[in-house]
């Protein structure tokens, strides 16, 4: 009897261990979900912009190809979130991200940041477009083979 209800316990703690999956979250009751702010989305998507490029720029093809899907979702999140509105439209960026798409995957540098460029560009006429043009992102300026400001990750070419 005593070593049943050990085991009960351990599995009651087991069980109260175990992960919770984020959409088995909810609020509770009178709790708003939480919604990510615009500017957050964005942050997360310059990051991925930035990795983005020095993907290109050191031929790692499969993490160039992670990050676009990255900004895509990131861009999709912010249109669910945040609908566009008359003065802007975030659909400009995909052209570019489909442009992108293709110089990955014929693993093709020179259309790779032909693409990048056009992105950046779509980037900044949404900010524009919406009064942000005071936002401007920018290809990165560093070597890409001198340094990467990400020095707790390795980014080796493939």
């Known amino acids: 009897m005593i070593q049943l209800r050990h085991i009960a316990i351990a599995a009651a703690c087991a069980a109260a261990s175990l992960p919770v999956l984020a959409e088995d979250q909810k609020p509770a009751p009178g709790q708003r979900a939480y919604t990510p702010r615009l500017n957050s989305l964005m942050v997360v998507t310059q990051l991925g912009h930035?990795?983005?490029?020095?993907a290109g720029a050191v031929h790692n093809w499969p993490l160039a190809n992670y990050e676009l899907k990255q900004i895509r979702a990131s861009i999709d999140d912010a249109k669910t979130l945040y609908?566009?509105?008359?003065?802007?439209?975030?659909?400009?960026?995909?052209p570019a991200a489909d442009e992108l798409d293709k110089a990955i995957e014929a693993k093709d540098a020179v259309k790779f940041a032909s693409g990048y460029g056009k992105l950046t560009a779509a980037c900044n006429n949404c900010h524009e477009a919406i009064g942000l043009g005071f936002i401007k992102i920018r290809v990165p300026r560093l070597s890409p083979i001198e340094t990467s400001p990400f020095s707790d990750e390795s980014f080796p070419a493939k």
Do not use: C, Q, V
């Open 50 to 54: 930035f990795k983005l490029w020095y």
């Open 83 to 94: 609908p566009n509105s008359d003065e802007t439209n975030m659909d400009t960026m995909m």
